[in-house]
């Protein structure tokens, strides 16, 4: 809102924000272990192409959408909405260290394959913080000096075993789908913004 009041945002860009947010939001709906695995890599190539603040965007809103339609609407919810905005706000930081790589090329993916896999762990393990100040320390949630597996794991639990499968599912399938279809995604997402001369920015 404050974006569209100050003139930074403009019909063009609304347009492909709820384009792609509608899109994303879908691809949430096959839930299941790690939150919906094919629901990160569209957030990540879309702030990588169009810019640090459209990423945030685009991830913030996506979750909102799709928390409303699969019912996962509760006091969590917000804290998604901001790791999925920086997810996207970080892709689109990339965009200086990727200056010098040929657009497409496998370089470029490589660089996107690694990000998607790190975001992938690191997902899980900011979400896993979502309930301490609200719930406090547990057995079940995240607590002061738990070591960098157990934060990454798909819960906080303090006992073993840690629970990695839906973290390293979601980092997985980050890789495998930018890597699978990171190049021509991108090449649409770019020739939208020049035949349309959509004004994105950073």
């Known amino acids: 809102m404050a ?7 403009n019909a063009k860009t609304v347009a492909v924000l709820g384009m792609l947010t509608a ?26 192409a169009y810019g640090a603040r459209f990423g945030f965007l685009l991830g913030a809103l996506s979750l ?15 804290f998604q909405m901001f790791v999925m905005g920086w997810m996207g706000l970080g892709a689109g930081a990339l965009r200086p260290l990727a200056r010098r790589l040929a657009p497409g090329g496998r ?8 990000y998607g896999y790190a975001w992938g762990l690191l997902f899980g393990a900011l979400m896993n913080l979502w309930s301490w100040p609200l719930i406090g320390a547990g057995a079940l949630y ?12 798909a819960t906080g639990r303090s006992t073993p075993p840690p629970r990695w499968p839906g973290t390293l599912l979601r980092a997985l399938t980050n890789v495998l789908l930018i890597g699978a279809l990171g190049r021509p995604v991108l090449k649409e ?5 020049r035949r349309f001369h959509v004004d994105f920015y950073a």
Do not use: H
């Open 23 to 48: 899109i994303n939001a879908v691809l949430r709906l096959p839930a299941g272990p790690g939150d919906a695995p094919t629901f990160f890599f569209l957030v990540i190539l879309a702030g990588y």
């Open 142 to 153: 995240w607590q002061p000096g738990l070591g960098l597996a157990r934060r990454c794991s």
């Open 64 to 78: 909102l959408v799709s928390a409303l339609l699969t019912g996962g609407v509760g006091p969590w919810m917000p």
């Open 189 to 193: 997402l770019r020739r939208f913004q």
């Open 3 to 9: 974006d569209l009041a100050a003139g930074r945002l």
């Open 107 to 114: 370089a470029e993916l490589l660089l996107l394959c690694a």
